[in-house]
């Protein structure tokens, strides 16, 4: 389980990076597409439209990405709480255990009391 945790949160941390990545893209072509929009010099429709396609599909990675993100926080948040419902578990079990070899020892020392 915590190779599955260590595995969620490595890829947690490969797309946060990835959305990072895309944000500076995306960041970098408007600021780059405001520049050339204030400058003299007017852009070309097809260069214009070009830019918009690519900030478009900058968007939807973006989203996605995001969407992959939240996906891998609740498979965390998932593990975490199976995780702890384990770790309950096994400590009922183990009490309920030692219960019974308790009373097990008990009941062997009355017999061998018993039987002296």
């Known amino acids: 389980m915590r190779k599955l945790i260590d595995q969620l949160g490595k890829m947690e941390q ?7 990545q895309v944000q500076a893209k995306n960041d970098a072509l408007e600021s780059e597409l405001n520049t ?6 007017t852009l070309d ?12 599909r900058l968007d ?18 998932k593990l975490e709480s199976d ?5 309950k578990t ?6 309920r255990l030692e219960s019974k070899v308790a009373e097990l ?8 009391a018993g039987n002296d």
């Open 90 to 95: 096994k400590k009922e079990l183990r009490e």
């Open 36 to 41: 050339c929009r204030n400058s003299s010099v």
């Open 60 to 77: 939807a990675e973006k989203s996605h990405i995001k969407q992959q993100l939240e996906a891998a926080e609740e498979r965390l948040r």
């Open 14 to 20: 490969e797309t946060s990076t990835r959305l990072r």
């Open 83 to 87: 995780k702890s419902v384990a770790m």
């Open 45 to 56: 429709s097809d260069m214009e439209k070009e830019r918009k396609d690519e900030l478009g």
């Open 105 to 112: 020892q008990k009941n062997l020392e009355e017999s061998r």
